[in-house]
């Protein structure tokens, strides 16, 4: 039997609130009655390092851990963070991809440079970059810590998931001050794609 | 109703549906989060011990009153805790007690990767793997149910991957306590050699009795597939053959100690090639094989770091050598660092600049080893840095050793080599970094926050009073914010011809949110770099001049002190 799992990847930098992105979506799919599987690494993560989380969802989900080459979607909070876990994507995925930039501290400290190429160097691999500017747009929308939610919309557009789904478990999860907020944002990365395809 | 739960929270919710009333550890990732859930069960008195050791030994008091008792810890609390252990193994249990050893392969965020499935064999107490969370739920209320009917304490031994990954499970389990009560039983508990000499006979009639339960035990199972070649796996090892090799036979092991010989060999004896699948030691593979059967294992897996299905399947030759995707091997690393404000950075910056040994020891802190502050020499295990200290000042005659430490790591394990010190005649200086939490794993409470698990006002240990008590006279305490500050205490102490303690004392910034304006960089910047020396991601190097992001800094001005240009001002 051809395995019908489905393998979603959400990287960035601790602090980025990739966590709560990934709890709505996991909640989600749960509601679906998938199988889903999900993976995190906490620990160090929490100082300002890399941290990704998997999510994998289909009738019957193993493995927690996605494999380099087979993720069908990676959300990527941070521009560098998209190029590292690039090689995660399997041809032809698609990478929505923050433009927000957060140096890492070898930058900072002027030991490194930050690459300037990263969106170039994306689209010469054989996958679908989506740029999404989801600071801007959840300032949009309200505030700025809601980009999470952005993000979220956006790779929602590609799951054959209702809107009002996704609307309840964003209630369920953020502060209650912050629904209206991040509602609009979840709608406007949602609404994005839908621009995309004009 | 199933609900996607991590696999430390299908351990607290098995533990409470196991009816445990007491439930005890010290913090480690990756175990931490299973108190924590714990915690908020109104009945269950959940709780931090000050280390593992103290949590087990606790443990077994509330066995012995007939609690069912949890006891949490990492992996190398386990090392900590193997003392009561071992005799624990002989004298058995009233209420049933279950140990948790998370162990934490590949070392996510560990010191060592040891693989504590030697434990139960080593300490003869039964074991189980638990492979998602589900089954830890299950197998935490299970064990619960053996150690009482065997007299015995059960490990529950977890991998990072299975305490942080989540999946769903039934949560619809209903809590079931029993009578609790004290019996007074001096042949059992009291392990005096002549009683001891028959529990450890007993202890081995015990073994043989769960050896005939493994083999019946529903975790340790067959399924069947091909026989052409059939897999023997256990824990998270289990999710990944079953994702690479769905229609090869698997030997599933799921109580691992001690292991279902039987039914072992007779898979073997079904299937043309066994082969052993599992993380870290060849612990099932030497056994197997030491029986006399036929199995292979680390020949082809390796037995360092953590598996992954891709790792698995090149091993096995099931898939060819990876090409690397290009390029994103040479991108910056994005390694873990000390917060903006921070207040172990300051003191990291000026041991640098004495030129110090530094002693190191387990924390937020041991980030202190990294550039640009680079300014510790060892980092062992927690509470090792006075030890340290003490030996390297023997060894060389050397002054200027000093040993650092945090709160919870001293309250830990750092107080006996003190008094080592102390009695010993050592000089060492040792600085207590007290941030008044434990951050490293998550900002848990500890007794010098005076505050417990459960949220509750509790007396706070007086760490100046501690040291004091145990007879160090030179007792320093400083606002490590403070630089000037922080470089003559420490320059003074290690001069004295005495032990001496300072403590540097700022509340961890995650803790307690930091009020401040934040600072920005003026033109008068002249590109000296020395506020980049302090490795703070709150000010970058941009066109040759510093910059500090204004929604990072926490104002807490260690680098305004360091600027001779007065170029670092309140941000407006
Ligand atoms: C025996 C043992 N138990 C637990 C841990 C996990 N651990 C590492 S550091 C640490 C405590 C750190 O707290 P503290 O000393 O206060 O330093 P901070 O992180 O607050 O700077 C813990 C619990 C460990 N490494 N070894």
Partial sequence: ?198 | MKVLLSGNEAIAHGAHAAGVTIATGYPGTPSTEILETLSRYEEVDASWAPNEKVALEVGIGASLGGARALVTMKHVGLNVAADPLFTLAYTGVNGGIVIISADDPGMHSSQNEQDNRYYAKAAKVPMFEPSDSEEAAFLVDEAFKISENFDIPVIVRTTTRVNHSKSLVDVDIERVVKETGYEKNAKKYVMIPANAKERRRLLESKLDALAEFSEGFSGNRVEWGSRHIGFITSGISYQYVKELYPDASVLKLTMTYPLPRRLISEFIGQVDEAIVVEELDPYLEDQIKAWGLQVTGKQYIPNIGELSPDIIALGLGSKDEEVEPSGEDELPARPPVLCAGCPHRGVFYVLRRLKLIVTGDIGCYTLGVLPPLESMDTCICMGASIGNAMGIQKATGRKDVVAVIGDSTFIHSGITPLIDIVYNQGVSTVIILDNRTTAMTGQQDHPGTGTTLKGAESRELNLEKLVRAIGVESVRVADPYNLKAVKQVIKEEIEKEEPSVIIFRRACLLVEKSNAAPFAVNEKCNGCKVCLKLGCPAISWEDNKAVIEPSQCTGCEVCVQLCKKDAIVKYQ
Wanted: hydrophobic fraction near 45%; proline fraction near 4%.
């Fill in chain 1, 1 to 198: 039997m051809a395995s019908d799992v489905k393998n979603i990847l959400i990287v960035g930098v601790g602090g980025q609130g990739i966590i709560l992105a990934a709890d709505v979506l996991a909640q989600v799919l749960v509601s679906t009655e998938y199988d889903v599987k999900m993976a995190e690494v906490h620990g160090m993560s929490q100082r300002g390092g890399s941290v990704n989380t998997m999510i994998r969802f289909g009738t019957k989900v193993y493995s927690p851990v996605i494999e380099k080459g087979k993720a069908d979607y990676i959300i990527a909070f941070e521009q560098l963070e998209a190029l590292r876990w690039s090689g995660y994507l399997k041809p032809g995925g698609t990478l929505i991809m923050n433009s927000e930039k957060i140096k890492p501290l070898p930058v900072l400290l002027g030991n490194a440079e930050y690459p300037a190429d990263i969106v170039e160097r994306l689209k010469q691999k054989n996958i679908d970059l989506i740029e999404v500017e989801a600071d801007k747009l959840a300032e949009e929308a309200g505030s700025k810590k809601a980009a999470n939610i952005v993000l979220l919309g956006c790779l929602a557009g590609f799951l054959p998931i209702g809107k009002e789904v996704w609307h309840s478990y964003i209630e369920r999860r953020v502060p209650p001050k912050t629904i209206e907020i991040n509602k609009k944002a979840f709608d406007i990365g949602y609404g994005l794609l839908v621009k995309a395809a004009d």
